[in-house]
């Protein structure tokens, strides 16, 4: 991947007219190269070398959406095969299956679950975000399924099916919603193939001849102009789809193999035969390397670590977790309620927010912009000081959430209390407990001063 400065170099104008910033094409050439200059800098370089430039500077696992809008999911674009080594780009979409040998209660079960399992969590809403609708060798229910899945949930789809021609109706009865069309095989490659080219919509492809098969379907579809693919290699034991998921990531990225430079799709759903298995599995294509995921269902106590985990996967390692700089309600506070300080490294932000609730006692949580850093090492740092922490809270006035102008904070920081009461003017400083774990009984005995 990537071309050197001096290929880069060759495919210029070389009139070094200085109109990028640089004084000469070559300058440019290398700033390129390097990833400090973007093309567009650039105005008379030909259609041609934008193409070529394009083509050796794309990701090696390449990036595609599905679905449209809220819901729109986007997978690949990943370029390292662990998370350490830089970080991983766009998170795997989970999807629920339901299938028309499922009568209308079952498909409304899930639907309804999809709706219903959303979490906030640092400000982000986690949530599962697609809908697998399968054929079970009913055109026409098939069809009528897409109908009402489409109506009645905005999730991204992936329409599943053995027949091109109901795979073509369900298809052109959802367009406008992108979906995933699954899967090609040898057998109906260029009648899918055509149907992805028409609908704009990506296309999954299926081998039964292992990755010669799958590289093969592969080069056929791409050589028909086409490029948003979806690899399935077909395994359905757990070591051969790990093996597999590995394989492809390899050849992508450490090989530029662009024939398997795509996301992948797994099914732990047909790997499994309950749903502990099922979510160990979806945990283990979370972790290596799968682009979608395709669940048999979907519970509270399953979805909610998978979300997690793909959250904690799916951010950069280099750049911690942060929450935003805010007051926030935990229960149903009001101005008598009880205000704790905080500060905004997300996994600090989870425990205590965490504590509070349980704790059943409504209060307000204040955070702190720390630059992710914990409480200690950011006051540590420099950054949770009396004088930080108290224009954080004028900032955000905090005298207008509660009356009593009674202010908690971290045990771990009670050295700042003094400093802090000279900011607040009118605030009484309290010292909380330096474990979460203490917070539940403070909050119940916690009285203003
Ligand atoms: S604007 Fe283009 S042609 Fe001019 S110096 Fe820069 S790279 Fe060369």
């Known amino acids: 991947m990537g071309l050197t400065g001096i290929q880069i170099f060759k ?25 400090s200059a973007e093309l567009d800098a650039c105005p008379y370089v030909s259609d041609e070398a934008k193409e070529q430039l394009a083509e050796s500077s794309a990701p090696p696992v390449r990036p595609l959406t599905v679905g449209t809008g809220d819901y729109e999911v986007k997978v690949g674009g990943e370029t390292v095969m662990f998370r350490h080594e830089k970080t991983f780009v766009n998170k795997p979409g989970l999807a629920v299956l339901v299938s028309t040998e499922m009568d209308d209660a ?28 399968k054929d079970a ?12 899945v489409k109506d009645a949930s905005q999730a991204a789809l992936i329409l599943m099916s053995d027949d091109p021609e109901a795979l073509s109706a369900g298809v052109k009865a959802c367009a406008d919603r992108k979906p995933l069309i699954y899967a090609a095989t040898e057998d109906t490659a260029d009648t899918l193939g055509e149907l992805a080219k028409e609908t704009g919509c990506p296309l999954a492809i299926r081998s ?11 080069d056929k579809l791409t050589g028909m102009g086409l490029k948003d693919l979806v690899l399935d290699t077909g395994a359905r034991t757990a070591k051969q789809a790990f093996q597999d998921q590995t394989a492809i990531r390899r050849a992508a990225v450490k090989q530029v193999f662009r024939p398997l430079g795509f996301p992948t799709i797994t099914f732990p759903c047909e790997m499994a035969d309950n749903l502990m298995d099922e979510t160990l599995l979806a945990a283990m294509f979370i972790a290596k390397y799968a682009g979608f995921i395709v669940m048999s269902d979907f519970e509270a106590y399953s979805l909610f670590p998978l979300l997690l985990e793909r959250l904690n996967i799916f951010t950069d390692p280099q750049r911690p977790m942060t929450a935003d700089q805010g007051i926030y309600p935990i229960g149903d506070p009001d101005e008598n309620s009880p205000m704790l300080v905080t500060c905004n490294f997300s996994l600090t932000y989870f425990i205590v927010s965490g504590e509070m609730e349980g704790s059943r006692v409504p209060s307000w949580l204040a955070v702190v912009d720390t630059e992710g850093l914990s409480v200690l090492t950011a006051w540590a740092a420099g950054k949770f000081t009396g004088e930080s922490v108290g224009t ?30 000279e900011e607040l003017a009118g605030w009484k400083i309290l010292v909380g407990p330096r474990d979460a774990a203490h917070i539940p009984k403070y909050l119940k005995e916690w009285k203003p001063e």
């Not at 498909?107 to 809908?131: H, I, P, S, T």
């Not at 039964?208 to 592969?218: K, P």
């Open 137 to 148: 060798g009913d055109a026409d229910a098939f069809v009528a399924l897409v109908n009402k």
């Open 392 to 421: 954080a809270l004028n900032k955000m006035n905090a005298g207008d959430k509660v009356a009593h102008k009674n202010i908690v904070i971290p045990g771990y920081a009670a050295a700042i209390s003094g400093e802090l009461e």
């Open 11 to 35: 495919l210029l104008p070389k009139t070094n007219c200085g109109e990028c910033g640089v004084p000469t094409c070559l300058a440019f050439a290398m700033a390129l190269a390097s990833g």
């Open 106 to 133: 079952a498909v409304n079960d899930k639907l309804e679950k999809l709706d219903k399992f959303q979490y906030e969590r640092v400000g982000l809403n986690l949530r599962a975000e697609m809908v697998a609708v």
């Open 208 to 218: 039964s001849d292992g990755y010669d098969g799958l590289i093969a379907l592969s």
